[in-house]
């Protein structure tokens, strides 16, 4: 088992910045990859990043690309993802996961269904 434990949203204004931070606890071994997803009322959960565990490759999608960076500490077990330029449309709730199985290496990073354990999600929202 993996346990995910996020921290780091408040409410901003746009423009401005944030860093969330998640810490993983338990068979951490196992984990290949983790990700950032964020869900807005009434949406779908969407991807937003994800770092390769060992490797510290990532990925993010078109909408964060230029602004939003993930990085990793392997040795505190910690996935961080730093927003800047925020935008009132980055207003959600931010989810850590982890992959466990390698699921997201065949599937793809954005793919949420290759994440097996998520965190309780830290809400982030950016004021026009």
């Known amino acids: 088992q993996v346990q995910l434990v996020e921290s780091g949203g408040g409410l901003v204004q746009a423009g401005g910045s944030l860093r969330l931070s998640c810490v993983a606890s338990g068979r951490t071994l196992s984990i290949y990859a983790f990700g950032w997803f964020r869900q807005a009322p009434g949406e779908e959960r969407e991807f937003v990043a994800a770092?390769?565990?060992?490797?510290?490759?990532?990925y993010y999608a078109d909408s964060v690309k230029g602004r939003f960076t993930i990085f990793r500490d392997v040795a505190k077990n910690t996935v961080s993802l730093q927003m800047n330029s925020l935008k009132p449309e980055d207003t959600a709730v931010y989810y850590c996961?982890?992959?466990?199985?390698?699921?997201?290496?065949?599937?793809?990073?954005?793919?949420?269904?290759?994440?097996?354990?998520w965190g309780q999600g830290t809400q982030v929202t950016v004021s026009s």
């Open positions: 770092i390769e565990w060992s490797g510290g490759k990532s």
């Open positions: 996961a982890a992959d466990s199985r390698k699921q997201s290496y065949y599937t793809g990073s954005y793919y949420r269904e290759a994440y097996d354990y």
